[in-house]
């Protein structure tokens, strides 16, 4: 697991340990978490930020400190390491937490649009790290391209509307219920692509909110652009790990469960072929044998 | 009903009359029937909305104009891209000038724009069409329902671009096969050209043709995206017995296309090159062409299918090695992406806020003090360098002349061998021709062109449309000479029909 978990076990016995804390120790604690805010400073780039990660796993009294700054400006601290630096991230209602609203407009007034941009950033991470393990090595580097993500969810989208066929379901929505309308009809019929007048990415389009999202986690220091094929290469980062293992994942499981959908799977990669090899007729329906 | 227009309209067979029977399958072949009107309405829309367009364009049949450029974009779908946007204008506009050719070309081309950008349907979000209609609940209520759907859709292509694909909607109403199978639709469309065909029916069987080219598209194009869903993620498929069993039955059918093909192509050549009447002979040849085209389609699914293999292997190599680690106890796509949506939007949205919420990081607030702003808005933009870092000049070194033979040589012993179509020459005789007149280098140079033209370069000379090609034979008769020995061959030059080969390349093209 990760160093994090060790460092707050040695946490008990220091409170008889800890020194008077001066004005100096403050700054310094204050300067690593200030460091922490900015996701795209490396470690290794920078002697000052090595120096106060060592003093951070060195000095109990310190990282305390360290830790209460964070807690006091509304940051969580995921980890401090010298792979991931001092990785915060915003409390929720934090001034640094990204709303929905500020992150793109049209949002507000259309919920369509607002489930889109949220399913894009969960289909980047699903497919940055397709495998439970993925998610636990913290080696692991996950590499996702724009047009890549998109084709992942409009194959489950497939998937679901062939077997929607399959048991004769009509999953046309009635006209006046949108919010009724199942999820992944809306990411179906979004278009993929389109063409602009000043050739840039339509943004409306299902690979232009993918490549907002991907430019937005390249901007929170999660993703590494490297390069321009199929609508933008990026790689993961420890952080981005970090980020949607501890917060993201969790979170976004208690909201599952509390909607009363519980599911089941038995801590394998569920991205496997299904049991009944008749699903795997890939010439016909095209489709990825996914379970759900 | 359909189109740009948002969806307030009603659906006016509906909307009175006596309630139809409710039993469900019936009502389900009505919906479906519906939906496939539906699909039609959007070129019936062209027509009725051409009189708002400013200008007079009552002359353009717009429906037949978007049926003709959904041929086009169906026709143009490569294996790996789409079709081209300008493309398809371009090659709509013969069609748009013929229907009005008193008018200017600028007003042939916004016809054509606009028909296209119709069929895209270029002013909603979604890029689509939606239509209403009304069934049955199980329970007896009546329910309206959005259908949405396109009929050509925009996908990304290498580089950024954007090419046009038509969809599965398009293809059905363009060939008038709703619900059935793409396998055997296209087994049934060959066994009707080849029946045509032996009847000597050949406007039938070019009908017949063409559809099975659609076809032939259609197939490559589920292929094609089965293969990329391969690529993207091997675990997701079962690679020890489901894929190769599945590419093997591809490349079975390919090959056995491929031969079904071949035997219509000889077929119909024979009625092109036997055929008396000039409009069969025309027929003919446009069917030759059709058939071509399947088998370079074919021909060229074949070969990604045959790079599948290889694929997977590196894919598994790359996956399998990795070291097994502990889980977390997360399975993003198992847990939360499979169960999120075939959620209702409502409910679904919950779910993605609350990841987007803990998923996107932090955001450090901007503050900016009035100081900063007054020089942050004086501060004059920064010139973007558009040309990237200057280019160093390159050093070249320049590499001795060691070529065997001068360009003189080889100009002289060009000119020797420059014979006559009719007259052809020993090597015998060019050889001491060659001594003669430059020594033993150029008669050696002589010897090894001859040797060289004893195995003609026929594909080069008929990929560039060269006129003449020489050629050696070699008749038995033994080189009777003092530095060579061998056969002596008989050199000449033949004739090619250039132009007829030009014509040739691009039919096959």
Same mark, same amino acid.
């Given at each position: 697991?990760?160093?994090?978990?060790?460092?707050?076990?040695?946490?008990?016995?220091?409170?008889?340990?800890?020194?008077?804390?001066?004005?100096? #120790?403050?700054?310094?604690?204050?300067?690593?978490?200030?460091?922490?805010?900015?996701?795209?400073?490396?470690?290794?780039?920078?002697?000052?930020?090595?120096?106060?990660?060592?003093?951070?796993?060195?000095?109990?009294?310190?990282?305390?400190?360290?830790?209460?700054?964070?807690?006091?400006?509304?940051?969580?601290?995921?980890?401090?390491?010298?792979?991931?630096?001092?990785?915060?991230?915003?409390?929720?209602?934090?001034?640094?937490?990204?709303?929905?609203?500020?992150?793109?407009?049209?949002?507000?007034?259309?919920?369509?649009?607002?489930?889109?941009?949220?399913?894009?950033?969960?289909?980047?991470?699903?497919?940055?790290?397709?495998?439970?393990? #993925?998610?636990?090595?913290?080696?692991?580097?996950?590499?996702?391209?724009?047009?890549?993500?998109?084709?992942?969810?409009?194959?489950?989208?497939?998937?679901?509307?062939?077997?929607?066929?399959?048991?004769?379901?009509?999953? #046309?929505?009635?006209?006046?219920?949108?919010?009724?309308?199942?999820?992944?009809?809306?990411?179906?019929?979004?278009?993929?692509?389109?063409?602009?007048?000043?050739?840039?990415?339509?943004?409306?389009?299902?690979?232009?909110?993918?490549?907002?999202?991907?430019?937005?986690?390249?901007?929170?220091?999660?993703?590494?652009?490297?390069?321009?094929?199929?609508?933008?290469?990026?790689?993961?980062?420890?952080?981005?790990?970090?980020?949607?293992?501890?917060?993201?994942?969790?979170?976004?499981?208690?909201?599952?469960?509390?909607?009363?959908?519980?599911?089941?799977?038995?801590?394998?990669?569920?991205?496997?072929?299904?049991?009944?090899?008749?699903?795997?007729?890939?010439?016909?329906?095209?489709?990825?044998?996914?379970?759900? | 009903?359909?189109?740009?227009?948002?969806?307030?309209?009603?659906?006016?067979?509906?909307?009175?009359?006596?309630?139809?029977?409710?039993?469900?399958?019936?009502?389900?072949?009505?919906?479906?029937?519906?939906?496939?009107?539906?699909?039609?309405?959007?070129?019936?829309?062209?027509?009725?909305?051409?009189?708002?367009?400013?200008?007079?364009?009552?002359?353009?049949?717009?429906?037949?104009?978007?049926?003709?450029?959904?041929?086009?974009?169906?026709?143009?779908?490569?294996?790996?891209?789409?079709?081209?946007?300008?493309?398809?204008?371009?090659?709509?506009?013969?069609?748009?000038?013929?229907?009005?050719?008193?008018?200017?070309?600028?007003?042939?081309?916004?016809?054509?724009?606009?028909?296209?950008?119709?069929?895209?349907?270029?002013?909603?979000?979604?890029?689509?069409?939606?239509?209403?209609?009304?069934?049955?609940?199980?329970?007896?209520?009546?329910?309206?329902?959005?259908?949405?759907?396109?009929?050509?859709?925009?996908?990304?292509?290498?580089?950024?671009?954007?090419?046009?694909?038509?969809?599965?909607?398009?293809?059905?109403?363009?060939?008038?096969?709703?619900?059935?199978?793409?396998?055997?639709?296209?087994?049934?469309?060959?066994?009707?050209?080849?029946?045509?065909?032996?009847?000597?029916?050949?406007?039938?069987?070019?009908?017949?043709?063409?559809?099975?080219?659609?076809?032939?598209?259609?197939?490559?194009?589920?292929?094609?995206?089965?293969?990329?869903?391969?690529?993207?993620?091997?675990?997701?498929?079962?690679?020890?017995?489901?894929?190769?069993?599945?590419?093997?039955?591809?490349?079975?059918?390919?090959?056995?296309?491929?031969?079904?093909?071949?035997?219509?192509?000889?077929?119909?050549?024979?009625?092109?090159?036997?055929?008396?009447?000039?409009?069969?002979?025309?027929?003919?040849?446009?069917?030759?062409?059709?058939?071509?085209?399947?088998?370079?389609?074919?021909?060229?699914?074949?070969?990604?299918?045959?790079?599948?293999?290889?694929?997977?292997?590196?894919?598994?190599?790359?996956?399998?090695?990795?070291?097994?680690?502990?889980?977390?106890?997360?399975?993003?796509?198992?847990?939360?992406?499979?169960?999120?949506?075939?959620?209702?939007?409502?409910?679904?949205?919950?779910?993605?806020?609350?990841?987007?919420?803990?998923?996107?990081?932090?955001?450090?607030?901007?503050?900016?003090?009035?100081?900063?702003?007054?020089?942050?808005?004086?501060?004059?933009?920064?010139?973007?360098?558009?040309?990237?870092?200057?280019?160093?000049?390159?050093?070249?070194?320049?590499?001795?002349?060691?070529?065997?033979?001068?360009?003189?040589?080889?100009?002289?012993?060009?000119?020797?061998?420059?014979?006559?179509?009719?007259?052809?020459?020993?090597?015998?005789?060019?050889?001491?021709?060659?001594?003669?007149?430059?020594?033993?280098?150029?008669?050696?140079?002589?010897?090894?062109?001859?040797?060289?033209?004893?195995?003609?370069?026929?594909?080069?000379?008929?990929?560039?449309?060269?006129?003449?090609?020489?050629?050696?034979?070699?008749?038995?008769?033994?080189?009777?000479?003092?530095?060579?020995?061998?056969?002596?061959?008989?050199?000449?030059?033949?004739?090619?029909?250039?132009?007829?080969?030009?014509?040739?390349?691009?039919?096959?093209?």
């Amino acid at each position: 697991m990760s160093e994090h978990v060790e460092w707050s076990d040695t946490e008990a016995p220091a409170p008889s340990a800890s020194a008077a804390v001066t004005p100096a #120790d403050a700054a310094d604690a204050a300067r690593l978490v200030a460091f922490g805010l900015q996701p795209k400073l490396q470690p290794a780039r920078d002697q000052e930020y090595t120096e106060l990660l060592r003093r951070y796993r060195d000095d109990p009294a310190f990282a305390r400190l360290a830790d209460a700054v964070a807690a006091g400006l509304g940051l969580v601290v995921l980890e401090v390491s010298p792979r991931a630096g001092m990785a915060v991230t915003a409390a929720e209602d934090s001034v640094f937490a990204v709303r929905m609203g500020d992150y793109a407009r049209r949002t507000a007034a259309d919920s369509g649009d607002r489930f889109l941009h949220g399913l894009a950033h969960l289909a980047v991470a699903a497919l940055a790290f397709p495998r439970p393990e #993925d998610l636990a090595d913290d080696s692991y580097i996950g590499r996702i391209t724009v047009n890549g993500v998109d084709a992942f969810v409009r194959q489950a989208c497939r998937r679901l509307e062939e077997r929607a066929e399959e048991q004769g379901d009509n999953t #046309d929505p009635a006209t006046d219920a949108p919010g009724l309308e199942a999820a992944w009809r809306i990411w179906a019929r979004r278009s993929a692509t389109g063409a602009t007048k000043d050739a840039r990415r339509l943004a409306g389009s299902t690979t232009g909110i993918v490549g907002k999202a991907a430019a937005f986690l390249t901007d929170s220091g999660f993703l590494q652009r490297t390069g321009d094929d199929h609508g933008g290469t990026y790689r993961t980062t420890a952080r981005y790990q970090l980020q949607v293992r501890d917060m993201a994942g969790s979170a976004a499981m208690a909201e599952l469960l509390e909607l009363g959908v519980v599911p089941v799977t038995d801590g394998t990669a569920s991205l496997l072929p299904a049991d009944d090899t008749s699903d795997l007729d890939l010439v016909a329906d095209a489709g990825l044998p996914f379970h759900s | 009903m359909t189109s740009p227009a948002s969806t307030d309209s009603v659906p006016p067979q509906l909307s009175a009359g006596p309630r139809p029977a409710p039993g469900p399958a019936a009502d389900e072949g009505l919906a479906r029937r519906l939906r496939a009107l539906a699909c039609t309405a959007p070129l019936h829309d062209l027509d009725a909305r051409k009189a708002n367009l400013a200008g007079e364009y009552s002359v353009y049949g717009m429906a037949e104009v978007a049926l003709a450029a959904i041929d086009l974009v169906t026709l143009n779908m490569d294996f790996d891209t789409g079709a081209d946007h300008e493309q398809i204008v371009a090659r709509l506009i013969p069609r748009i000038a013929a229907q009005a050719p008193h008018r200017p070309v600028a007003e042939h081309e916004r016809v054509a724009r606009w028909v296209l950008e119709n069929l895209i349907n270029v002013g909603s979000v979604d890029r689509g069409f939606r239509a209403v209609y009304g069934t049955f609940t199980p329970d007896g209520s009546y329910v309206r329902r959005d259908y949405d759907f396109k009929l050509i859709e925009e996908v990304p292509g290498p580089g950024g671009t954007v090419y046009l694909r038509t969809t599965d909607e398009a293809v059905n109403v363009l060939v008038g096969a709703l619900d059935t199978d793409v396998t055997s639709a296209q087994i049934a469309a060959e066994v009707k050209l080849e029946v045509l065909i032996n009847r000597g029916r050949l406007a039938d069987a070019q009908l017949a043709a063409e559809q099975a080219r659609y076809r032939t598209v259609q197939y490559s194009e589920t292929l094609r995206r089965a293969l990329e869903a391969t690529r993207r993620n091997v675990r997701a498929v079962d690679w020890l017995n489901a894929v190769p069993d599945m590419i093997a039955e591809a490349l079975d059918h390919v090959a056995d296309r491929y031969r079904h093909e071949n035997a219509i192509l000889t077929n119909i050549r024979k009625a092109r090159d036997e055929t008396e009447e000039p409009e069969h002979k025309r027929r003919a040849a446009e069917l030759v062409d059709i058939v071509k085209d399947c088998i370079r389609r074919h021909t060229q699914l074949q070969s990604r299918l045959l790079e599948a293999g290889p694929l997977f292997r590196a894919e598994q190599d790359r996956q399998a090695f990795a070291t097994p680690t502990t889980t977390s106890g997360i399975d993003l796509y198992g847990h939360l992406v499979a169960p999120v949506l075939p959620l209702p939007l409502e409910r679904a949205i919950r779910i993605t806020d609350a990841f987007f919420t803990h998923g996107t990081g932090l955001r450090t607030p901007v503050s900016v003090r009035v100081a900063d702003l007054v020089d942050i808005l004086l501060t004059p933009p920064v010139e973007r360098e558009h040309l990237g870092a200057e280019m160093p000049e390159p050093d070249l070194i320049a590499t001795p002349d060691d070529s065997r033979f001068s360009e003189e040589q080889l100009a002289a012993a060009k000119e020797l061998l420059d014979l006559p179509a009719d007259a052809p020459r020993r090597l015998s005789g060019l050889l001491a021709e060659a001594r003669d007149s430059g020594g033993f280098d150029l008669a050696y140079l002589v010897a090894l062109l001859a040797i060289h033209a004893a195995s003609p370069a026929v594909g080069t000379a008929y990929r560039q449309g060269e006129e003449k090609l020489l050629f050696a034979v070699d008749d038995g008769t033994d080189l009777d000479d003092p530095d060579f020995g061998g056969a002596d061959l008989i050199v000449g030059t033949a004739l090619l029909d250039a132009v007829g080969m030009a014509a040739d390349r691009t039919e096959a093209a």
